[in-house]
C-alpha cells in the first residue's frame, strides 16, 4: 500500500547547531520547505517537487516497529540551546501587520497544536475581529529553542502550534477555543491525518485558571458530541518553565506560510463537521457572561472549518464582520 505524506523524514539526521543559524534552514523552496533531509537527500527534491521517500520509509518503519509514535522522555530529549530563533524580533505579521511578539496591554494569549501549523494560523487570522497577530511555533516540549529539523524528529518533544494575541474586549476565548477544536480531528492520538508523530499531536496550553475551565469544560462537551475519546494535551504553559518555556517561535519562512507567493496549499488536518455545542451548555460557573461568544452562529454557519481543510484555499484576508 503506498502511504503518501507530505514532509521528509529527519530519520536520526539532525542538523547541526549551526544550521540554525544558515539560510539553508531559513530558505523555502517555490513548492514547499525544505528540511534538513531534502538537503542531505536532493534526490528527494524533482523538478520543484518532493517525491518524499525518506518520509514514506519513515514512516512504514514506524507501522512495522509498534504503529502508534510514543512522546520522547524530558531526559531523553535533545538539549536545545540557549539562542532565540533568528529574524523573529521585530517580525511583522505578513497579513496583519502587527509585530507578532508584541502582547498590547489588555490582550491576552492562547497557545494551541491541532495538525499542521501552517493551516492551524491561517484559520485564526481570517477570524473577523479582535486578532492582533498570529505566529508558528514549537510547543510543550522540553528542548528549549529547537530547530524546525530538531522537532520534526520528534526528539524534541514539541508538538507544532500556534500563538494567538487577541482582544478579550472584541473576541471570545471561547470563540479561538471553538475553533481549535472544530478545525481538526481531536481524536487521532499522535498525529493528524497522514502526518504521523508526536510533532502534530493536538494540545492547548493554558495562562490561566478561567483559560483551563474552559478548554477542559469543552473538551468535555465536545467529546460527547464525537462519540469518541479525544486525545488533545491540555496543559499548564507553566509546566514547561523548567523547559525553558511552553513556546519557541519557529522560522521565519513558516511564518504566515499560507499567505505568501507560491506557497504549497498543504494542510493535514481533518475537521471532523460537528459543531461544539452551545456554549450555554457547557460554560463553567461564573464564567457564562464574561466569556459569552463574541462571534454568533450565523458566522459558523457560513464559515465553520468543513471537512477537508477548506481554510487553505480560502482568501487570505480576514473574513470581513457581518460578511454572514
Same mark, same amino acid.
Given at each position: 500500500?503506498?502511504?503518501?505524506?507530505?514532509?521528509?523524514?529527519?530519520?536520526?539526521?539532525?542538523?547541526?547547531?549551526?544550521?540554525?543559524?544558515?539560510?539553508?534552514?531559513?530558505?523555502?523552496?517555490?513548492?514547499?520547505?525544505?528540511?534538513?533531509?531534502?538537503?542531505?537527500?536532493?534526490?528527494?527534491?524533482?523538478?520543484?517537487?518532493?517525491?518524499?521517500?525518506?518520509?514514506?520509509?519513515?514512516?512504514?518503519?514506524?507501522?512495522?516497529?509498534?504503529?502508534?509514535?510514543?512522546?520522547?522522555?524530558?531526559?531523553?530529549?535533545?538539549?536545545?540551546?540557549?539562542?532565540?530563533?533568528?529574524?523573529?524580533?521585530?517580525?511583522?505579521?505578513?497579513?496583519?501587520?502587527?509585530?507578532?511578539?508584541?502582547?498590547?496591554?489588555?490582550?491576552?494569549?492562547?497557545?494551541?497544536?491541532?495538525?499542521?501549523?501552517?493551516?492551524?494560523?491561517?484559520?485564526?487570522?481570517?477570524?473577523?475581529?479582535?486578532?492582533?497577530?498570529?505566529?508558528?511555533?514549537?510547543?510543550?516540549?522540553?528542548?528549549?529553542?529547537?530547530?524546525?529539523?530538531?522537532?520534526?524528529?520528534?526528539?524534541?518533544?514539541?508538538?507544532?502550534?500556534?500563538?494567538?494575541?487577541?482582544?478579550?474586549?472584541?473576541?471570545?476565548?471561547?470563540?479561538?477555543?471553538?475553533? =481549535? &477544536?472544530?478545525? *481538526?480531528? %481531536?481524536?487521532? $492520538?499522535?498525529?493528524?491525518? #497522514?502526518?504521523?508523530?508526536?510533532?502534530?499531536?493536538? @494540545?492547548?496550553?493554558?495562562?490561566?485558571?478561567?483559560?483551563?475551565?474552559?478548554?477542559?469544560?469543552?473538551?468535555?462537551?465536545?467529546?460527547?458530541?464525537?462519540?469518541?475519546?479525544?486525545?488533545?494535551?491540555?496543559?499548564?504553559?507553566?509546566?514547561?518553565?523548567?523547559?525553558?518555556?511552553?513556546?519557541?517561535?519557529?522560522?521565519?519562512?513558516?511564518?504566515?506560510?499560507?499567505?505568501?507567493?507560491?506557497?504549497?496549499?498543504?494542510?493535514?488536518?481533518?475537521?471532523?463537521?460537528?459543531?461544539?455545542?452551545?456554549?450555554?451548555?457547557?460554560?463553567?460557573?461564573?464564567?457564562?457572561?464574561?466569556?459569552?461568544?463574541?462571534?454568533?452562529?450565523? =458566522? &459558523?454557519?457560513? *464559515?465553520? %472549518?468543513?471537512? $477537508?481543510?477548506?481554510?487553505? #484555499?480560502?482568501?487570505?484576508?480576514?473574513?470581513?464582520? @457581518?460578511?454572514?
Amino acid at each position: 500500500m503506498m502511504i503518501l505524506f507530505r514532509r521528509s523524514l529527519c530519520i536520526g539526521l539532525l542538523a547541526p547547531a549551526s544550521a540554525f543559524f544558515t539560510s539553508r534552514s531559513l530558505s523555502l523552496t517555490a513548492f514547499d520547505k525544505r528540511t534538513s533531509s531534502a538537503a542531505i537527500f536532493p534526490s528527494s527534491i524533482k523538478d520543484g517537487k518532493k517525491s518524499q521517500p525518506m518520509r514514506m520509509i519513515g514512516n512504514m518503519l514506524d507501522l512495522f516497529g509498534g504503529g502508534e509514535p510514543k512522546l520522547i522522555d524530558p531526559e531523553k530529549a535533545l538539549p536545545g540551546r540557549s539562542q532565540k530563533m533568528p529574524n523573529i524580533d521585530g517580525l511583522k505579521h505578513y497579513i496583519l501587520g502587527n509585530d507578532i511578539k508584541e502582547v498590547p496591554e489588555g490582550y491576552k494569549v492562547a497557545v494551541f497544536a491541532n495538525g499542521c501549523f501552517w493551516g492551524s494560523e491561517k484559520g485564526i487570522w481570517r477570524l473577523p475581529q479582535g486578532i492582533h497577530s498570529t505566529s508558528i511555533g514549537y510547543c510543550g516540549g522540553f528542548s528549549p529553542n529547537p530547530t524546525y529539523e530538531e522537532a520534526c524528529s520528534g526528539k524534541t518533544g514539541h508538538t507544532e502550534g500556534v500563538r494567538v494575541v487577541y482582544n478579550p474586549e472584541k473576541i471570545s476565548f471561547v470563540d479561538i477555543l471553538r475553533w =481549535f &477544536w472544530e478545525a *481538526h480531528d %481531536p481524536c487521532s $492520538g499522535m498525529g493528524q491525518g #497522514n502526518d504521523r508523530g508526536s510533532q502534530y499531536r493536538s @494540545g492547548f496550553y493554558y495562562f490561566d485558571d478561567e483559560q483551563k475551565q474552559l478548554i477542559e469544560a469543552s473538551k468535555n462537551a465536545y467529546e460527547k458530541q464525537l462519540g469518541k475519546t479525544i486525545t488533545t494535551e491540555v496543559a499548564s504553559a507553566d509546566d514547561y518553565e523548567q523547559y525553558g518555556g511552553i513556546w519557541f517561535y519557529a522560522e521565519k519562512y513558516h511564518q504566515q506560510y499560507l499567505a505568501k507567493p507560491d506557497s504549497r496549499p498543504y494542510c493535514s488536518a481533518q475537521p471532523q463537521g460537528v459543531s461544539v455545542p452551545p456554549f450555554e451548555d457547557w460554560a463553567p460557573e461564573g464564567l457564562k457572561e464574561k466569556h459569552a461568544p463574541t462571534l454568533p452562529e450565523a =458566522f &459558523w454557519d457560513k *464559515h465553520a %472549518p468543513r471537512r $477537508g481543510c477548506s481554510v487553505v #484555499n480560502a482568501s487570505n484576508e480576514p473574513i470581513a464582520p @457581518g460578511a454572514w
